[in-house]
T-cell receptor, first 113, second 116 residues
Framework: TQLLEQSPQFLSIQEGENLTVYCNSS?????LQWYRQEPGEGPVLLVT?????EVKKLKRLTFQFGDARKDSSLHITAAQPGDTGLYLC?????????????FGKGTKLSVIP | KAGVTQTPRYLIKTRGQQVTLSCSPI?????VSWYQQTPGQGLQFLFE???????NKGNFPGRFSGRQFSNSRSEMNVSTLELGDSALYLC???????????????FGPGTRLTVL
C-alpha cells in the first residue's frame, strides 16, 4: 500500500490553463513537502507545509495542507511551459535513527504552448 | 556553493555484473541518502549514511550496499545486476538529520543505470 497517493498520474494542459494536483494519505503527518523534477535532474524542493490548513504561495503556485494534516494540494494558475515536470509530494518519515523521505509516485505535468 | 554531484551520469551494464556509483555531497553536509527511481515504483529510499555509519536502510535486497568515506563522499554498489535494477539512482545530502529533526535534503542529478 502506497503511503502517499498522488492524482492525477498524468496531466496535459494548454498554456494559460489552471490545474490542481492532489496528494492524499490515511496517515497524519507533521509536515509535507512538494518537489518538482525535470527530465535528467533530481527533485528540487518547492515548499514545506507544517500546519494543518496552511496555505503557501510561490508565485503562481499555491500549496495547501489539509486541516487534518493527511492531504495536500498544489494549484497552478495560468500554467506555462516552464511548469512542465514531475510533481512529487513527500513526507519525512522517521526510520531507525534518522529521517528518510517517503515519496508519492508523482503527477507528470505537460504544459503545451 | 557547488551542488551534489554524481558520477557517472549514465551507465550500461549486463545482467550478473556489479556496479559502483559515486556521490559527492554539498560541502559541509555529512548526511548522504540514496534513492532508486523507477517508473513503476517511483522514488524509494535505499539507505542513509552519516559519519561513515549506515543509520537507516530501506526494503532492498542485500545486493544493494553502500559506504561513506571520512570526507562524506559516498558510494553505492549493486552486485549481481538484474534487469529490474534499471533505474535512476539519486543521491541527496543534508547537514544533519536525527530521529528528532529533519533538515532539507538536496538532490543530485542522478545516475541512469541500464541493465541489459
Amino acid at each position: 500500500t502506497q503511503l502517499l497517493e498522488q492524482s492525477p498520474q498524468f496531466l496535459s494542459i494548454q498554456e494559460g490553463e489552471n490545474l490542481t494536483v492532489y496528494c492524499n494519505s490515511s496517515s497524519v503527518f507533521s509536515s509535507l513537502q512538494w518537489y518538482r523534477q525535470e527530465p535528467g535532474e533530481g527533485p528540487v524542493l518547492l515548499v514545506t507545509v507544517v500546519t494543518g490548513g496552511e496555505v503557501k504561495k510561490l508565485k503562481r503556485l499555491t500549496f495547501q495542507f489539509g486541516d487534518a494534516r493527511k492531504d495536500s494540494s498544489l494549484h497552478i494558475t495560468a500554467a506555462q511551459p516552464g511548469d512542465t515536470g514531475l510533481y512529487l509530494c513527500a513526507v519525512p518519515y522517521s526510520g531507525a535513527g534518522s529521517y528518510q523521505l517517503t515519496f508519492g509516485k508523482g503527477t507528470k505535468l505537460s504544459v503545451i504552448p | 556553493k557547488a551542488g551534489v554531484t554524481q558520477t557517472p551520469r549514465y551507465l550500461i551494464k549486463t545482467r550478473g555484473q556489479q556496479v559502483t556509483l559515486s556521490c559527492s555531497p554539498i560541502s559541509g553536509h555529512r548526511s548522504v541518502s540514496w534513492y532508486q527511481q523507477t517508473p513503476g515504483q517511483g522514488l524509494q529510499f535505499l539507505f542513509e549514511y552519516f559519519s561513515e555509519t549506515q543509520r537507516n536502510k530501506g526494503n532492498f535486497p542485500g545486493r544493494f550496499s553502500g559506504r561513506q568515506f571520512s570526507n562524506s563522499r559516498s558510494e553505492m554498489n549493486v552486485s549481481t545486476l538484474e534487469l529490474g535494477d534499471s533505474a535512476l539512482y539519486l543521491c541527496a545530502s543534508s547537514t544533519l538529520t536525527s530521529a528528532f529533526s529533519y533538515n532539507e535534503q538536496f538532490f543530485g542529478p542522478g545516475t541512469r543505470l541500464t541493465v541489459l
